[in-house]
């Protein structure tokens, strides 16, 4: 399943440069593909709007900064116990936000390394991207 969308309003005459894409996995996971540094403050609002159900509950994590993983107080991971909140879509955040805290980080990346990190994301790791890689060369 590919969600692709436009921009809205003042970049509507952009055309294809400009354009992000939302790239939902079979496995539950999403990856963000941001054309470029301008962009990442309208991804951000994406997923603020996109996950504001967890948002909403992170409100009331015990500690402001907290990962939803392990912490004591977690409100996140204590939706997730009771059912009321899909553990896949806390992970699929995860992976979102990890893609955007490092575009911003490696704004200096070339293409190739950035689409190997895409492809690194997308299998989960590099060890996995190895094997993955190793098979499709049999063929
Ligand atoms: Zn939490």
Partial sequence: MLVT???????????????????????????????????LGLAAADLHSSFADIEALAAQCRFRDCTHTAEPGCAVRQAIAQGLLDEDRLES????????????????MTAAQRERQKTV?????LDALHKWQKTNRKK
């Fill in 5 to 39: 969308r436009g921009l809205r309003g003042d970049d509507r005459g952009r055309h294809a440069t400009t354009r992000r894409q939302l790239l939902l996995l079979p496995t539950g996971a999403a990856v963000i593909d941001t054309p470029g540094m301008r962009e």
């Fill in 121 to 125: 994301d997308m299998v989960g790791s």
């Fill in 93 to 108: 955040l995860t992976k979102l936000q990890r893609e955007m805290a490092f575009a911003q980080r490696k704004g200096t």
